[in-house]
């Protein structure tokens, strides 16, 4: 059965921090992975990687993928108070879209 | 604001009944996805429209239903309402079809099953 596991599950940091949230699958026929943020109501989207080893930049957010190990990383730099969210990674694959349990990142001032 | 709106906000019903959940895509997206996103199994893909049609099928139960309209705004059936079926339930859209492509989620529309 296809999956998707995040590590950690729960992160607590300090303001100027940098984090590496982790996300590792084993699916069938994948596609894409795709990375969101959620605060208090819907995600919002961050990256989508389709290719190995082309890293995606936003601002202070990173993520790349590793199709042969099957795993993806999103580095968050001088982390923010509202950097504070759950990150969620998707796999999307045979038509189906997976999503992790999410990793909850609080960054304290 | 991702331009996707739902309706209602909040629905609470009791169990064996049935609930409509509606979904307006942003303007010129053609693809609507439906998500269910509850504590105990974290967010989990329903079902996806593209121009009316259904493209893909996720984890939906048989109790569920959707269909897109010829606007493209998308409604959710839910019946037989479980106790197990109280979650916040996302709709997202795209402008193109499942591959490749980012969507953006409307705020969801929380279900309580009493």
């Known amino acids: 059965e296809d999956k998707v596991v995040q590590s950690p599950l729960s992160l607590v940091v300090h303001e100027g921090d940098t984090v590496t949230l982790n996300c590792s699958y084993e699916?069938?026929?994948?596609?894409?992975l795709l990375w969101y943020k959620q605060e208090k109501k819907a995600p919002t989207f961050l990256f989508m990687l389709?290719?190995?080893?082309i890293e995606k930049k936003s601002g202070r957010l990173s993520s790349i993928l590793d199709k042969k190990e099957l795993f993806s990383i999103l580095n968050i730099t001088a982390t923010q108070t509202g950097d504070s969210a759950v990150y969620l990674c998707?796999?999307?694959?045979?038509?189906?879209?997976?999503f992790g349990a999410g990793t909850r990142l609080t960054v304290k001032p | 604001d991702s331009g996707v709106t739902q309706t209602p906000k909040h629905l609470i019903t009791a169990t064996g009944q049935r609930v409509t959940l509606r979904c307006s895509p942003r303007?010129?997206?053609?693809?609507v996805y439906w998500y269910q996103q509850s504590l105990d199994q974290g967010l989990q893909f329903l079902i996806q429209?593209?121009?009316?049609?259904?493209?893909a099928k996720g984890n939906i139960l048989e109790r569920f239903s959707a269909q897109q309209f010829p606007d493209l705004h998308s409604e959710l059936n839910l019946s037989s309402l479980e106790l197990g079926d109280s979650a916040l339930y996302f709709c997202?859209?795209?402008?193109?079809?499942?591959?490749?492509?980012?969507?953006?989620f409307g705020p969801g529309t929380r279900l309580t099953v009493l």
């Open positions: 997202a859209s795209s402008a193109r079809d499942f591959i490749y492509n980012e969507q953006f």
């Open positions: 699916v069938t026929n994948f596609r894409s």
């Open positions: 389709t290719s190995s080893g």
């Open positions: 998707a796999v999307e694959a045979n038509n189906d879209m997976r």
């Open positions: 303007s010129g997206d053609l693809s």
């Open positions: 429209y593209y121009n009316g049609e259904e493209r």
